[in-house]
């Protein structure tokens, strides 16, 4: 196949054959050279002209995949009928039942032997997300009463560390009941704080993701 002569559809073609090898194969499974063995003649410079690692492609089959959940959740902070922890808990649901989480826990890559995926990661989740999305939440919350910190910005970084790095089991690998049982202290701690934003149905979804992870870690 020729090189596709418009960057952002090579791009994405990219991304796409990984996002499909890395569900079918597993991450760890899945090397560049399967990747450009999937993409029709593409060129292995091809790849590196957009891409330096794997690691960099996986982050960008994530960014692709919780595309919409993200969309969902800025429409979720930009409403001005919700109070900020009700906004809070909407969040939490849409992150938690998001589609693409079923694809991420598929693909299963083991971020603690992954340096630079965790660190993209974490940029993402707890650098970016944080302080623009849920920070300003949180302080809506303490001008409408809804909730009470004096610390929006470190609690902001802690419920994404929390959420999305220590109940990881991508980062912080457990098996299926150690996961159930952080989740019940991270519920039990925020209504401590009076943030009752995690739903016990949550629960069941957690661990349908945790035992599909630990069904293709292995692969």
């Known amino acids: 196949m020729a090189r596709n002569k418009y960057p952002e559809e090579t791009r994405n073609l990219i991304i796409d054959t990984a996002a499909r090898l890395f569900v079918e194969k597993g991450y760890e499974h899945t090397s560049i050279q399967d990747i450009i063995n999937n993409l029709g003649g593409l060129?292995?410079?091809a790849i590196y002209h957009h891409f330096k690692s794997k690691d960099e492609i996986m982050n960008a089959v994530a960014d692709k995949l919780y595309a919409g959940?993200?969309?969902?959740m800025w429409?979720?902070?930009?409403?001005?009928?919700?109070?900020?922890?009700?906004?809070l808990r909407m969040i939490f649901q849409t992150s938690m039942y998001s589609s693409a989480q079923e694809e991420l826990f598929s693909a299963a890559p083991d971020m603690m032997n992954n340096p630079q995926l965790l660190v993209l990661y974490l940029r993402n989740s707890v650098q970016k997300e944080s302080p623009a999305m849920i920070q300003p939440i949180l302080e809506e919350g303490i001008a409408d009463g809804s909730i009470r910190t004096e610390y929006p910005r470190e609690l902001a970084e802690v419920l994404m560390l929390i959420g999305n790095l220590w109940l990881n089991p991508m980062v912080y690998p457990c098996d299926t009941e150690q996961l159930l049982n952080k989740l019940k202290f991270f519920q039990h701690m925020l209504r401590v704080f009076g943030l009752d934003i995690i739903e016990d149905?949550?629960?069941t979804q957690l661990e349908k993701y945790s035992q599909l992870y630990q069904e293709n870690k292995d692969r």
Do not use: H, N, P, Y
């Open 69 to 72: 959940a993200t969309e969902s």
């Open 201 to 203: 149905e949550m629960f």
């Open 75 to 87: 429409v979720i902070a930009r409403r001005k009928d919700l109070t900020g922890l009700e906004k």
């Open 43 to 45: 060129s292995k410079g």
